[in-house]
């Protein structure tokens, strides 16, 4: 059995917080910094891999130069990715240790074809590395938690793309079976993975809630009853902490959120789906 690091003094003095909470113990930000202080190298990458999402987001925006507000929640400064680029361009490794390696294809791909290469394509080429890198994960339930939102999230936009008329293949993201099997039977009334996913039935009431704020909280809240589900023998470990995270940024988001706010979203949701978009981004 591989063995894991294990955390009992920091684990025993975390508060609990629950999924109606209405006041968080501290912010994501806080908490991550307490991980950074805590946490063995090796568990420090992992983390790290869950907030490459928003590496990514700063990425596209700096290689399109664009003016987009740059995200203080990524892995890297402004300058780290500039020097990042500036590595690629040389053809010297990025010699960074928390540098996924896709950072280099999407900087390839696009300094080969810039100003060819369309924004979106540019956006769906940085996520579809994403998803892959989070999937092959070293870690069994952070690899399954990138699947879990691929697969919700393709499920949807296969679910709001039939309602809306637009070509279910085109807003599917990934490869994995899922995708696949969605993609290859755009015309069943469960696209082909009823029996693959046992909770799809349910994730397709949710998708009729009719109140889109609502919708929202539910589908969050089924993200969080997995992960509980998930960790329910994990207790000191990198598992249980990877989750408090997941749940303590779902606490942080519905805290701040209000209805309008969750209207104003599912609506840039759609029109996303229609310009074309792969996969909804949660709220």
């Known amino acids: 059995m591989l ?7 920091f684990v025993s003095g975390l508060p609990d917080f629950s999924f109606d909470s209405t006041k968080l ?12 202080e805590t946490l063995k190298p090796e568990d420090k990458m992992l983390v790290a891999r869950y907030f490459l ?15 987009a507000a740059w995200h203080p929640a990524g892995n890297f400064t402004h300058e780290e990715i500039a020097e990042l680029v500036n590595k690629v361009k040389s053809d010297d490794p990025m010699e960074h240790e928390l540098a996924p390696g896709y950072f280099a294809s999407v900087i390839r791909q696009w300094l080969s ?15 579809s590395f994403y ?18 939102n691929l697969n919700i999230g393709n499920i949807l936009s296969a679910i709001y793309a039939r309602k809306y008329d637009i070509d279910i293949p085109q807003v599917v993201a990934g490869s994995n079976a899922i995708a696949t099997t969605i993609r290859e039977n755009p015309n069943a009334r469960d696209f ?33 009853n997995w992960l509980e589900e998930q960790t329910t023998l994990d207790y000191f470990n990198i598992e249980y902490l990877f989750a408090y995270l997941c749940k303590l940024e779902i606490l942080e988001r519905w805290v701040s959120l209000n209805a309008e706010e969750g209207e104003r979203i599912f ?17």
């Open 113 to 127: 074809a810039e100003g060819i290469i369309q924004a979106r394509t540019l956006e769906d080429l940085i996520s």
């Open 53 to 67: 999402r928003y590496d990514n987001h700063n990425l596209f925006h700096y290689l399109k130069k664009s003016d």
């Open 192 to 224: 082909g993975i009823g029996l693959e996913l046992e909770w799809f039935d349910t994730l397709q009431r949710l998708s009729e809630e009719d109140d889109l704020y609502e919708r929202e909280r539910k589908l969050d809240k089924f993200r969080w």
């Open 131 to 148: 998803m892959d890198y989070g999937l092959d994960a070293k870690n069994s339930l952070i690899a399954r938690w990138f699947e879990l």
């Open 25 to 36: 113990p501290f912010s994501v930000k806080t908490f991550r910094e307490m991980l950074n």
């Open 267 to 283: 609506r840039e949701l759609i029109q996303d789906l229609k310009s074309g978009i792969n996969q909804p981004e949660d709220i």
């Open 3 to 9: 063995f894991k690091n294990q955390y009992y003094y």
